[in-house]
C-alpha cells in the first residue's frame, strides 16, 4: 500500500517546487530527514490495527482493519513555495488510488517551529476482513 | 447454581435441515446446516392468555392458550449459508438451498438449538418450523450484509441433551 500511495503522490506532484523521497523518514546526525531536506516529501512506514467489528458466538468474528501511513513535508515558513497549496491538495488527492477500503480519508496538521513549516499528512486506509 | 456461558468455546449453535434425522448438533454440519455467524439468538416460549372479567371478582381473570414459539436471531450474511452450496454433491435440502431458498420455497425446516455447544451434556431444544423474517440490510456505517432469521416453530420445543 505505501509504494502504491507513493508511486500516486510522485505523479501528483510532478512538475511542482517539491520532490519526494522513496526513504522513510529516518534520523540522519540526530536529525529526521523531513527536518533536513526541506521540500522533500517522506512517506512513512505503514502502521496497522485490527479490531473487532462484530463480534459473533462462533467466534468467527468479523475484523476492522486500519492502516496509517503518515507523510512529512518542511518547508520554509517565511518563504513558502508558491505552488504550496496545490501540492497539499495534489498529496491529499492521492489517497484515491487506494481503492478496496470502506473509508479512506487524510488529515492535514501544520506544526511552525522557528522558520519552518511542516505539513503532517495522516492518511488512514480501513478494510472489513 | 449452574451458568450457562458461552465464553469459554462453548457457544450457542444452531442446526437446520430438511429431516429430523439431519437436525442434529452433534453430527453438524456433516448432515445439516449450522447458522453461521450469529451475533444472538433467541429462543421465545410465549404462553398465551385469556383474561376474562366476572361480576362477582375484583380482578381479572386468565386462562393459558396455546403457546407461540419462535427462534430468532441475527448472523452476519454468509454466501454458502444464505444461498446455498447447491446440489453437488447431494445433501441436505438447507445445505443445497441455503437459508434463503428454504425460506422462498417455505420448506419445513427441523431444528436443534444447543445451548451451551455441541458436546455431550449441552441442553439442546428440538423442534420444527418455517423459516421467516429475511431482511439483510447493509449501509455504509456496518458495511457487513446482516440479516435477521426467525423460525416460526410448529408445535412445541422438545428438551433434551446432548448424548
Redesign the interface.
Known sequence: MRSQLLTQIITNVANSNISVSQELPWNSGGQVLYLKNKKHFYLDEEQESRED????????D?EQKTITLNGYLTVDAKNQPGDISSVVANIIAANSVITTT?DNSVEVTTEIDNDDITYTFEYNFIT?I | MSVIN?SA?N???LVLADAVANANVATGAVTGLIV??????TINNSTGIFRFKTLDNTAESAVTTPATNQISLN??VDATSFFGAGNSPAADKLIEDGLFGASKAKTRVYFQVAFDGRDSGSKIFTGSGFISGLAPTVN?DS??W?TPVTIEVDGDFTESAVA
Open positions: 467489528f462484530i463480534k459473533t458466538l462462533d467466534k468467527n468479523v470502506i472489513i | 458461552v468455546g457457544e450457542a449453535v453461521p455467524q450469529m451475533q444472538d439468538i448472523a452476519v455504509m458495511p457487513v446482516i
